[in-house]
């Protein structure tokens, strides 16, 4: 299944360079080491450095968004809005320790307060998750900063991230492992692992592995 990009940029990595980058150092830092690692394919390989400091700048494009400001359209709570579950999003982001892939599924869920909280679109949900994965990652991190800013920004019960993935660092050097998944779940506000909002939402996550 096609993973939705981070950001819709097309054309040069000047295009979409919006933190200051030095894009041409970048490029010159992966020639040399493409010729370090005796690394060329003729034609194939000439404009290689160019391509992937484009990749890597959209890769990396939560680094020049704040993740609460997709949260500031608000709207008010009324009566009893219930359980809050977004399943079965795909996601990818990038290992801190080996700059390899961790593409994986995720269910970001929360409880409005009735009386003091605020609820937000759905799709502002999927775009908190993919703006903090647009940075390198570790999977507990990941889990937990969206969580968290979920609970400050809209002071819910309690808020929840599953992650179900796959680590590039385990399937595709070390121990070698293609078929091992991690899962991890991220609470915050009242909710405890054994609560019976928090087994609902880990169900329904399974439902989408």
Not at 6 to 34: H, P, Q, V, W, Y
Not at 96 to 104: K, N, Q, S, T, W
Not at 167 to 196: F, Q, Y
Request: aromatic fraction near 4%; charged fraction near 25%.
């Amino acid at each position: 299944m096609a993973i939705e990009p981070m950001i819709e940029a097309r054309g040069t990595a000047a295009d979409m360079n919006t933190r200051g980058i030095d894009l041409t150092a970048a490029t010159e830092a992966i020639r040399s080491f493409m010729s370090a690692m005796n690394l060329d394919e003729g034609a194939h390989t000439a404009d290689t450095p160019e391509r992937v400091v484009r990749a890597w700048v959209r890769r990396t494009a939560g680094y020049g968004e704040e993740p609460a400001r997709v949260l500031e359209t608000r709207f008010p709570v009324e009566g009893d809005p219930g359980l809050v579950v977004v399943s079965g999003v795909r996601f990818s982001s990038t290992c801190a320790h080996h700059l390899l892939p961790i593409e994986g599924v995720a269910t970001v869920a929360y409880r409005p307060d009735a009386e003091r909280g605020e609820v937000v679109g759905l799709s502002k949900l999927v775009r908190l998750l993919r703006i903090y994965a647009a940075r390198l990652q570790v999977q507990e991190s990941l889990g937990r900063d969206t969580a968290a800013t979920i609970d400050r920004e809209l002071r819910p019960v309690g808020a929840a991230v599953a992650l179900t993935a796959s680590h590039g660092c385990m399937t595709l050097r070390g121990i070698d492992e293609p078929n091992s998944v991690t899962t991890t779940l991220a609470l915050s506000g009242d909710w405890s692992s054994g609560h019976p909002d928090v087994l609902q939402i880990m169900e329904e996550h399974r439902r989408h592995l």
